[in-house]
């Protein structure tokens, strides 16, 4: 039995789910006509209140869709140093929109108003890139699944209203988020201009994210996935998947969250661990003291059937999702216990 906990997007769809998909009304997607693809993007959409939704084979063409939607070749963009959009999408927003990043120094992958404010460029100092966008990542992947208040993102929505400024949201773990803080998906809706959410996360999909927002930038990013090479055919037997695991699989995320806390709390009692950082979903990051080797410690782990990441400098990632049962916690709980150094 191989233990993967380096993240949540290496769940495999189940007997159910995989039913769900074979049993899909399909059509040409790309002609908008997949029943299941229009049913999916039609629930997403209602469940943020808004408009229209877009479904996309992956959250990185969700949000570099988004980027090319708000943005103008030559402009900024302001988003955490830490962002995804930033440092795990191949280079995206320089490649495919021609936009530089500012980076904000956040607070484990979230940012402030104030910050934001502090990060504008003039926008009748034309020697600067006219700044355009803001990027929030919500829950913050290498931030270690930490979730903002909306209070926040409230603060950061009318600095942008009033600066001009669209206002994007990297949603790839937003329902960790909304289970973990008791959220509604309304609440986001009412703030973003866009928002892209993943299936194949803690949601257990196979592929699948969605871009939501108005009539008219949804229509807008269907070009903008044309172009990317992301129109897909009889997709709907993927949005089934998706279907499935909205309806199945969002409650649930509170075992994740639970067992990540769990595992924290242990770690943290532990005398060859320097720090666990705050778990509030389902990603833990933690670090080893520095006389212990990162290499050697992870290769302990995989001899005993357990996969885990590192991030580098003895920190490393544990992450939890739906392939992750109780039998596996107790063996995991009862490994790292008994490890010595
Ligand atoms: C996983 C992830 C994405 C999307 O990644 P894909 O692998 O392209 O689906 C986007 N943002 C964050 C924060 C993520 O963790």
Redesign the pocket.
């Known amino acids: 039995m191989e233990i993967n906990l380096v993240s949540d997007?290496v769940t495999r769809p189940g007997h159910e789910m995989l039913q769900q998909m074979f049993r899909a009304k399909v059509g040409d997607d790309v002609y908008k006509q997949d029943p299941t693809v229009n049913e999916l993007e039609d629930t997403v959409a209602s469940l943020f209140g808004m408009e229209a939704a877009l479904f996309f084979p992956?959250?990185?063409?969700?949000?570099q869709t988004a980027i090319k939607l708000h943005t103008n070749p030559g402009d900024e963009l302001i988003c955490d140093k830490w962002?995804?959009?930033f440092n795990?999408?191949g280079g995206g927003v320089a490649f495919n929109s021609g936009v530089s990043s500012r980076l904000i120094d956040g607070n484990r992958g979230m940012i402030t108003a104030q910050q934001v404010v502090d990060a504008i460029n003039p926008p009748d100092f034309y020697h600067s890139p006219l700044t355009s966008l803001v990027c929030i990542?919500n829950t913050?992947?290498k931030g270690g699944g930490a979730c903002y208040d909306l209070q926040t993102l409230m603060e950061i929505g009318e600095v942008c209203k009033a600066n001009n400024l669209k206002y994007h949201l990297?949603g790839?773990?937003l329902w960790n988020a909304l289970v973990a803080k008791r959220q509604h998906p309304k609440q986001f809706g009412q703030l973003f201009d866009t928002i892209?959410v993943?299936l194949?996360?803690g949601l257990g999909a196979p592929v699948g994210?969605l871009l939501v927002g108005s009539k008219e930038h949804i229509h807008k990013a269907m070009r903008i996935r044309k172009v990317f090479g992301g129109g897909m055919r009889q997709a709907g037997y993927l949005a089934a998947a998706g279907l499935y695991a909205l309806q199945n699989n969002v409650g649930r995320l509170e075992e994740d969250h639970r067992r990540a806390k769990q595992l924290g709390n242990l770690l943290q009692q532990l005398p060859w661990i320097d720090k666990v950082e705050p778990v509030e979903t389902n990603i833990l990051i933690f670090s080893l003291k520095p006389q212990i080797d990162e290499k050697a410690f992870m290769e302990k782990l995989k001899q005993k059937n357990i996969f885990i990441s590192s991030l580098g400098k003895n920190k490393l990632r544990i992450v939890t999702h739906l392939d992750y049962k109780e039998v596996m916690h107790n063996y995991v709980i009862e490994t790292l216990s008994k490890m010595v150094f």
């Open positions: 997007t992956s959250g990185s063409m969700a949000n962002a995804h959009v795990y999408e990542e913050t992947n990297d790839a773990r892209s993943c194949s996360k994210s």
